[in-house]
């Protein structure tokens, strides 16, 4: 086991639904990490959490991130992604980036990690299967679609459907609430479709990729589908995410950055 000398530094950007069961871990102990800064939006609220781990680590703004890690996992909204993400790709380091959506808005962050050796990851998140979707894209991926239904719950207040002003609190049957690209699902659900992003991302981009909707008062789970055909593979995949604390989120969201986390220094490295 490397000493703490040669464990690579890791803070987390957001003490949310995601950032809190990560942090937890790293405190916990993942091989070969540290957990040395975290962020959070109202400091006070979390001061004494944060001063109950043992870890101890410093509590600081999104910006002084970077000056105190290697890798920097972004678990907060959208709206701050790039202030998180910039410094520490220019500064040749990682971020692992949960708010994928926002990359869409922000494609030159990957042109500065590329220019400053840095890197950014994005988990498989609430998703499955994106070790298959990049795979095919290796060869030629004709098609890729995701189908999403989400309890009702889980899509109020979303932008797509304020502006079209369509109401989804009362519906009792499933109601199909956008079909289109995967570029026009992350601006009208900038909460809900990082998946959307990550599947385009992983495969065929997001212009090409389609997407559909679903609010669907007839289920209790997030649920993702995946249709892909290639000139390697056709496969369909379907998870179905019980919500966090947060309705927007799946569990395992949380759970598959730990997973991500934990491949960066293991041993015996599973899946692509
Ligand atoms: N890639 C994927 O598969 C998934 C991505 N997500 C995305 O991950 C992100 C985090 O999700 P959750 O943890 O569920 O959200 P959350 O709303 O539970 O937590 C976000 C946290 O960030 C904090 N925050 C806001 N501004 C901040 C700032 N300037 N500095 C530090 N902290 C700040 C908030 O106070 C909040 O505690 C969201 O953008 C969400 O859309 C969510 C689920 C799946
Ligand atoms: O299902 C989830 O947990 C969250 C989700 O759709 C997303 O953020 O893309």
């Known amino acids: 086991m490397a000493d703490s000398k040669t464990k690579t530094r890791v803070a987390v950007a957001g003490l949310g639904a995601i950032g809190t069961d990560v942090v ?5 102990g993942i091989e070969g990490l540290t957990l040395v800064a975290v962020s959070a939006n109202s400091p006070d609220k979390h001061r004494g959490w944060v001063a109950g781990l043992k870890s101890a680590p410093q509590l600081v703004p999104i910006e002084q991130l970077a000056d ?3 890798i920097v996992v972004e678990c ?7 202030s ?3 410094p520490v790709v220019a500064r040749g380091k990682t971020a692992v980036v949960l708010s994928v959506g926002a990359l869409l808005q922000n494609e030159d962050l990957v042109d500065i990690a590329r220019a400053h050796g840095g890197q950014i990851i994005v988990p498989t998140g609430a998703l499955i299967g994106l070790d298959a979707v990049t795979a095919a894209a290796i060869g030629t991926i004709h098609s890729a679609k995701l189908v999403t239904r989400k309890p009702v719950a889980g899509l109020l207040g979303a932008p797509h459907l304020v502006e079209n002003n369509i109401r989804i609190d009362d519906i009792t049957e499933p109601l199909r ?4 690209s995967a570029r026009d699902a992350a601006k009208g659900f900038p909460a809900n479709l990082n998946v959307a992003v990550a599947l385009s991302l992983a495969g065929i981009g997001p212009d090409r990729t389609r997407v559909e909707i679903w609010a669907d008062p007839t289920v209790t789970r997030n649920t993702h589908r995946i249709e892909v055909d290639s000139d390697s593979a056709r496969f369909s995949m379907m998870i179905e995410n019980i919500p966090s604390e947060n309705p927007k989120t799946g569990r395992i969201t949380a759970l598959s950055v ?5 491949k960066l220094r293991a041993s ?4 692509t």
Do not use: H, T
């Open 68 to 70: 105190v890690a290697d």
């Open 268 to 271: 015996l490295r599973i899946g």
């Open 24 to 28: 937890k871990a790293l405190d916990q």
């Open 177 to 180: 609430i956008f079909e289109g």
């Open 258 to 262: 730990i997973a991500c986390l934990r």
């Open 84 to 86: 998180i993400v910039a």
């Open 76 to 82: 907060a909204p959208s709206k701050v992604v790039r």
